[in-house]
């Protein structure tokens, strides 16, 4: 005998399928990505404009305007988490909000609001970086790849 056939369903079973499906909520996935898509769009606007602020009025160039900007904006997050408004427009823009580098400031504030009762050390210090731990991890363990691949095609006369 084959583990791989289906399980037959009894009736009761099956009707309790149909049930569920038919009061089953029916999400608007493509007004959802394009919410996300014109939150995502201003944040980098935002970030955009930010950028320009910096290259005019502080003498920044194109390769040197980044660090800046993205400290910017991660601050900026972590201010409109600590008032609340940050959860307000990622309620309305959903993966909008969570995919730039804002949601990673929201994501520290936000567990870090979350635990403050517990202490700063115990509690904010601790569980800070719970979330963004992950992406911290990632994004260090993936640069470091990329930038071995690209130190061994400059050695091999590549790039």
């Known amino acids: 005998m084959s583990n791989n056939k289906k399980k037959q369903l009894t009736p ?3 009707e309790y399928q149909e049930l569920q499906k038919k009061h ?3 999400r608007p996935v493509v007004k959802n990505c394009i919410k996300a898509f014109l939150v995502g769009g201003l944040i980098c606007l935002i970030g955009q404009l930010i950028s ?3 290259i005019y009025y502080f003498d ?3 390769q040197t305007v980044g660090n800046p900007t993205v400290g910017t904006l991660v601050f900026i997050a972590m201010l409109l988490t600590g008032f609340g408004v940050y959860d307000r ?3 309305f823009g959903g993966a909008g909000t969570a995919v730039p ?7 520290i504030i936000s567990a ?3 635990h403050r009762t517990e202490g700063f050390v115990l509690g904010v ?7 963004a731990g992950s992406v911290i991890l990632f994004g260090v363990f993936s640069a470091f790849i990329i930038s071995l691949i690209k130190t061994i095609f400059i050695q091999w006369g590549g790039l």
């Open 12 to 14: 009761v079973q099956q």
């Open 24 to 26: 089953e909520t029916k």
């Open 52 to 54: 320009t602020f910096y």
């Open 60 to 62: 920044f160039t194109d």
């Open 89 to 91: 427009i990622a309620q």
């Open 101 to 107: 580098v804002t949601g990673f400031g929201n994501a």
């Open 112 to 114: 870090a609001i979350e």
């Open 125 to 131: 210090g601790g569980n800070m970086f719970k979330l």
